[in-house]
């Protein structure tokens, strides 16, 4: 079949949820991918941030055959050691105290927002009417909780009533946090560097400040990580380079590089004080091969000294971009952390410059409405940094 022939066939059989690009990535190598016809793209979105560790990583790769050969799944009702020896990992990572492996970001925001409630609920006794502040332009899924805390009003409209008691605050607006506070407030949640609203990161100020207004009244603070974290910004977790810990963290994406893989963790205080047995459980999450993945990604992120990388070509990618704004009028402004970066767009639709760079054999995404998102694998290098942007010059 050829690549249209795909494509049609796609259309006709899958749910049109998506308006996709016109083209079939069939295999990737390295930060490269291929199309059915052969076609080499230099790949600048990782699967929306996603595949850390590039295509092909053979010590990946061998983790899981090996584990598929072993099991592949048992259940939550036993113990299973990819699991164990991953949660370890996820806890020394995060520097919190216990985690549950879900099998995506959005079922993560689930369990954090229950986690939440039940703490409250244990700590007031049982008063049901919490509530929870999230940020306007956040987002956090698409399963139903998730997005009651999503602050994008495009997205919820349709699917109202969601569930209750969520207020909006203006991110990096600590007074608009403040104002909602009230003793039925139970949660705050909000991501470290907005993704999907804009890339936009925290000041140092708010997030320092939100942490001292939850400590104050006993708050739970909630860290959406599943874009921002997981080496993305230079440190393993994007909070971290701020000094400020949340109560609990959310992370999927690149957590299992490419098999689907979430998380919650809790610290010390909220994992002795909210779910216990039968409060809350999923069949697939954490299962064996899921976890293998995790617990390989943590180790490879190690050998191969992925942070330092981040660090390091992530500078460079924020002056090569700044460069590239200063050259064209249509580019606003640059805005990210490591390599978690945003060019603002204007006077152009940012979907005609996507489509214009696959067709250069360069894959980029959009966030928010007029944003360039680049979110690429994190073993990328200085030289590929230059062919993105010439490949970009391109297209502007
Ligand atoms: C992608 C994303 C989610 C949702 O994750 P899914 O795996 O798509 O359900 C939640 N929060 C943030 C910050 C994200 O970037």
């Known amino acids: 079949m050829k690549m249209n022939d795909y494509m049609e066939m796609g259309e006709k059989y899958i749910l049109h949820t998506y308006n996709r690009y016109p083209v079939v990535f069939e295999?990737?190598?390295?930060?490269?991918?291929?199309?059915?016809?052969?076609?080499?793209?230099?790949?600048?979105?990782?699967?929306?941030?996603?595949?850390?560790?590039?295509?092909?990583?053979?010590?990946?790769?061998?983790?899981?055959?090996?584990?598929?050969?072993?099991?592949?799944?048992?259940?939550?009702?036993?113990?299973?050691?990819?699991?164990?020896?991953?949660?370890?990992?996820?806890?020394?990572?995060?520097?919190?105290?216990?985690?549950?492996?879900?099998n995506s970001g959005t079922e993560a925001i689930e369990g954090a927002i229950k986690v939440a409630r039940k703490y409250a609920w244990l700590k007031d006794s049982h008063r049901t009417d919490h509530e929870i502040i999230a940020m306007n332009n956040s987002f956090h899924g698409r399963s139903m909780g998730a997005l009651s805390v999503t602050g994008n009003d495009h997205y919820q409209e349709p699917f109202k009533p969601l569930i209750g008691g969520i207020k909006f605050a203006d991110f990096n607006d600590l007074d608009s946090v403040k104002a909602l506070v009230n003793d039925r407030t139970c949660a705050i949640i909000l991501e470290p560097v907005q993704g999907e609203g804009g890339i936009y990161p925290?000041?140092?100020?708010?997030?320092?400040?939100?942490?001292?207004?939850?400590?104050?009244?006993?708050?739970?603070?909630?860290?959406?990580e599943i874009q921002c974290g997981m080496g993305r910004t230079g440190t393993m977790f994007a909070c971290q380079a701020y000094g400020v810990l949340p109560d609990i963290m959310t992370c999927a994406k690149a957590l299992g590089c490419g098999v689907p893989v979430g998380a919650f963790v809790l610290n010390e205080k909220t994992a002795a004080a909210s779910l216990v047995p039968g409060d809350h459980g999923t069949t697939y999450g954490g299962n064996p091969l899921a976890c293998a993945a995790v617990s390989k990604v943590f180790d490879l992120f190690e050998s191969e000294h992925i942070l330092d990388n981040v660090r390091e070509v992530g500078a460079y990618l924020e002056k090569a971009l700044d460069g590239l704004v200063e050259r064209h009028d249509c580019l606003k402004e640059r805005r990210g952390r490591g390599l978690m970066q945003g060019i603002v767009v204007c006077g152009r639709p940012v979907g005609e410059i996507v489509t214009k760079a696959l067709e250069n054999g360069l894959v980029v995404i959009t966030a928010g409405t007029d944003v360039l998102r680049l979110v690429p694998p994190l073993v990328i290098t200085k030289a590929h940094v230059d062919e993105m942007i010439s490949k970009l010059e391109l297209c502007l």
């Open 27 to 102: 295999k990737g190598d390295g930060v490269y991918l291929y199309d059915v016809d052969g076609k080499q793209y230099l790949d600048f979105a990782a699967g929306i941030a996603v595949f850390a560790l590039g295509y092909g990583n053979k010590d990946y790769n061998d983790a899981l055959k090996d584990q598929i050969d072993k099991i592949i799944h048992t259940s939550n009702l036993y113990y299973n050691i990819p699991a164990v020896e991953a949660a370890k990992k996820v806890v020394e990572a995060t520097g919190l105290s216990k985690v549950f492996f879900t």
């Open 202 to 224: 925290a000041t140092l100020e708010f997030l320092e400040g939100v942490r001292r207004l939850c400590d104050e009244k006993d708050i739970l603070l909630i860290f959406d």
